[in-house]
């Protein structure tokens, strides 16, 4: 069974200052459809634009990830999409009147405790999950990063980083669903060097940065003079060097906090791949860079398997909805020109049906005698019988009315069916009948190979009544 997409419950309120800009911002998280993904909405541009957060919009990476969409960005996304992905939330909209996320304390940590206090819904559509079935990888040989992912049944992220400080030293994380991604990574808070920060300041980054919101390494002997200019950039007396070799503003929640952390960006990040993943994640010094490109690398196999056409799920032990006898009773087919054995499904939509194709069918005696293949008119014929079955449901008196073809379009044929085949069918109403006037998109399967599509225009009319003598 396959378990369900999920929303907010509730709307959340939020504000905070841009890491890079210093801007304050204010930002509402709000329910969204199914299959929606994540939004971001700027509220202060004009027209409102949404963003969304999917690999192909990601532009740069230094100290965040940044998307941009139609010219309008947003940054600082990963914390955020980290606290939607490890708290199960698949469907978002993110409305902000600036063009960063908050940094708040540099973690997930209070977009994680807001989202447990809205709670969740759960919606009616199934997920979606990614099964990896390769390996796939993002190298980067010059910098020693290595991200890596191999099938697995489950996801997990094992993260090594190493920066050759003394003081940070080796370290590594290791995430799995079993582990609870709130207590354990969501308050990992960002780290920076001190010999970074002036170089960052350069580079008009990091004005909505404090001391309370990272933690900062020191990996080399600092004067007072420093620690002091370091206090009034960002307006915090009293700054020390703790003997570990970082400042005095935080305590570590945990002794690999910076691996915990870089482990909640590789999260945050792979979430721009568009659908959760059934793999395991190997990253080796990860960044932002690295993170997003190995999203990009996965979305793109997504899209592929997305665009696959996939058979109608068929259980030969299940008993069909309709048998051949209720099929007649609908249609107006009979042998030899009934050619559809089962209905599987049936809604207001979509049916699906089954014919089973086998060497007594008395078309295999002329086509051909040599090489028994089914004819491709015969095959549009069952898609548009099983789409009979749809179209002559919305009516309450199925027996008195007949359907005519008006147009047959875009058909291919995949594969050939022969004797043995099974034709699982699957026809759509593509929209409301109108006038008796329905518009159906079909697709056969044998196996999990689609073998013909089609579109169809069709009319239903009342039987013509036949005259008694």
Known sequence: MSDKQRTVAKIIKLKGRGLHTGAEVEITIKPAAENTGYHFKRTDAEGQPVIRAIADNVTTTERG???????????????????????????????????????????????????????????????????????MEFRDEANGIELVVYPDEAFSVDVHIDYNSRVLGNQFASFTESQSFAKEYAPCRTFVFLRELETLLKHNLIKGGDVDNAIIIIDRPVTQDELDHLAELFNKPKIKVRPEGILNNVDLYFSNEPARHKLLDVIGDLALAGARIKGKVIATRPGHHANTELAKILRKHIKTELNKPVAPFYDPN????????????????????????????????????????????????????????????????????????????????????????????????????????????????????????????????????????????????????????
Not at 78 to 92: R, T, V, Y
Not at 94 to 113: H, M, R, Y
Not at 366 to 394: K, N
């Open 318 to 469: 299940k008993p069909p909805l309709f048998d051949v006898n209720e099929i007649m009773r609908r249609l107006p087919h009979r042998h030899p020109f009934l050619l559809v054995d089962k209905i599987t499904h049936l809604d207001e939509w979509v049916v699906t049906g089954i014919k089973n194709v086998t060497m007594n069918e008395a078309f295999f005696l002329g086509h051909y005698p040599d090489e028994p293949v089914m004819p491709g008119v015969l095959q549009i014929e069952v898609l548009a019988q099983v789409g009979g079955i749809l179209l002559l449901s919305c009516v309450p008196d199925p027996e008195n009315y007949v359907l005519y073809f008006m147009r047959i379009d875009s058909v291919r044929f995949k594969r050939k069916v022969v004797p043995g085949d099974t034709l699982n069918v699957r026809m759509v109403l593509k929209e409301p009948i109108r006038r008796s006037i329905a518009l159906c998109y079909g697709q056969g399967f044998v196996g999990d190979q689609m073998v013909i599509e089609a579109e169809f225009m069709a009319q239903m009319a009342p039987k013509p009544k036949i005259k008694k003598n």
């Open 65 to 135: 990830t940044t998307l941009v969409e139609k010219g309008i960005s947003v940054s600082t996304i990963e914390h955020l999409l980290a606290a939607f992905s490890g708290m199960g939330i698949d469907n978002a909209l993110v409305e902000l009147n600036g063009p960063e996320v908050p940094i708040l304390d540099g973690s997930s940590k209070i977009f994680v405790e807001e989202l447990l206090k809205a709670g969740h819904t759960e919606q009616n559509a199934d997920r979606y999950y990614y099964r990896v079935r390769e390996k």
